[in-house]
């Protein structure tokens, strides 16, 4: 889900292909027109990446393309929050379900947000900067601001 915060922005602010990454890198890939691409892989499913051409975006168009994960992160958590402490589902699964959506999606978006190095992965080995870090890199204007792999 945050991923898609960060797809459909790309998607509505870049004029290249936007590929939003599930998994690892190679896996089957499905196409939605000339210019959205989906590339699933059960292999490490916790790597998630949306890819797009940073250097021909405008640097109001990529704060906003990385703010969106978070965004939609936060939304989420909120929404989940609310059915769950405001709305007391009746049935244990239902609560169940929603505590885990609740927990899952708080630390998605805590993690997106403070300004760090993620955890390495296959893509990153140096470990993915959060999208937070990535904003502060924008805003004190250093060029280092994205690392992902270009399309």
């Given amino acids: 889900m945050h991923e898609i915060g960060h797809a459909v922005p790309a998607f509505f602010l870049s004029k290249q292909v936007v590929v939003l990454r599930v998994g ?19 292999a490490n499913g916790r790597e998630g990446c949306t890819q797009y ?6 640097v109001l168009a990529r704060l906003l ?50 300004p760090m190095r993620l955890r390495p992965t296959d893509a990153f080995p140096m470990g993915p900067r959060s999208d937070g870090l990535q904003i502060y890199y924008i805003l004190r204007g250093k060029r280092e601001d994205c690392e992902s792999p270009e399309v």
């Fill in 24 to 42: 690892k890198k190679g896996g089957r890939v499905v196409n939605f027109g000339r210019r959205f691409k989906l590339e699933l892989s059960w």
């Fill in 65 to 114: 393309i990385l703010s969106g994960g978070p965004l939609l992160t936060f939304a989420i958590t909120c929404l989940s929050g609310y059915f769950l402490f405001c709305k007391y589902p009746s049935d244990v699964w239902v609560e169940v379900v929603l505590v885990s959506w609740f927990c899952t999606n708080l630390i998605a978006f805590l993690r997106s947000i403070i």
């Fill in 53 to 58: 051409s940073v250097k021909e975006t405008k």
